[in-house]
């Protein structure tokens, strides 16, 4: 069963332009995570972020936290054509677990 | 480390016929997951093993779906009978513990075996 739901489901924007892509959740978290799939591959883990924290970079990469409205969104600064892709974000449950991913959101960055 | 591999990449059956997926995951993880991807369902989580031990198959679909794993190098999703509504990408991913209590962490996932059930 999917836990997160992402926003948009597309995105379509220039490339320099910054993506900034929204996941919701439903039940308390120990930590949340950002994937990435390129077209028929398997998914490439980006960042995690714990419950206890709020924001985090890692180079074009910025991702939120707000436990209290169960939400997060992924920044990606100055977008790459290369950047193309669906993004999911992943929550691990209070157990610790299992992990388990929205239904993702496609970007597309255009040259 | 070579990641994880599946095995095979592609597979077409027909209706009726069993189908084994295999992954191996990366050397030293001690967890290990098994995802299904379609368009309409996004990815589910079906199994997830510990040590080679299934913790929670509360995602298996049905009983045709069965899944082990009888080393920690090795582990097998079969499908018998298979169905066209099975259709979907299966990954594999693995993971080691992560922290006190090996709370979730980083997933490495495979490139995932592409089932086509006619």
């Known amino acids: 069963s999917q836990q997160g739901e992402e926003d948009p489901q597309a995105l379509s924007i220039q490339e320099g332009e910054n993506a900034t892509m929204n996941c919701s959740y439903k039940t308390s978290i120990n930590n949340l995570q950002w994937y990435r799939q390129n077209s028929g591959r398997g998914l490439v883990h980006l960042i995690l972020?714990?419950?206890?924290?709020r924001e985090k970079h890692s180079g074009r990469l910025r991702v939120t936290l707000d436990t209290s409205k169960k939400s997060s969104s992924l920044l990606i600064t100055a977008s790459r054509a290369a950047d193309t892709a669906s993004y999911f974000c992943a929550t691990g449950d209070t157990g610790g677990f299992k992990t388990i991913f929205g239904a993702g959101t496609r970007l597309f960055v255009k040259a | 480390d070579a990641g994880v591999i599946q095995s095979p990449r592609h597979e077409v059956t027909e209706m009726g016929q069993e189908v084994t997926l295999r992954c191996k995951p990366i050397s030293g993880h001690d967890y290990l997951f098994w995802y299904r991807q379609t368009m309409m369902r996004g990815l589910e989580l079906l199994i997830y093993?510990?040590?080679?031990?299934?913790?929670?198959d509360s995602g298996m679909p049905e009983d045709r779906f069965s899944a082990k794993m009888p080393n920690a190098s090795f582990s097998t999703l079969k499908i018998q009978p298979s169905e066209p509504r099975d259709s979907a990408v299966y990954f594999c991913?693995?993971?080691?513990?992560?922290?006190?209590?090996?709370?979730?962490?980083?997933?490495?996932f495979g490139e995932g075996s592409r089932l086509t059930v006619l």
């Open positions: 093993f510990n040590n080679n031990v299934p913790i929670d």
């Open positions: 991913a693995s993971r080691n513990r992560a922290g006190p209590g090996g709370k979730a962490g980083e997933l490495f």
């Open positions: 972020i714990r419950s206890n924290e």
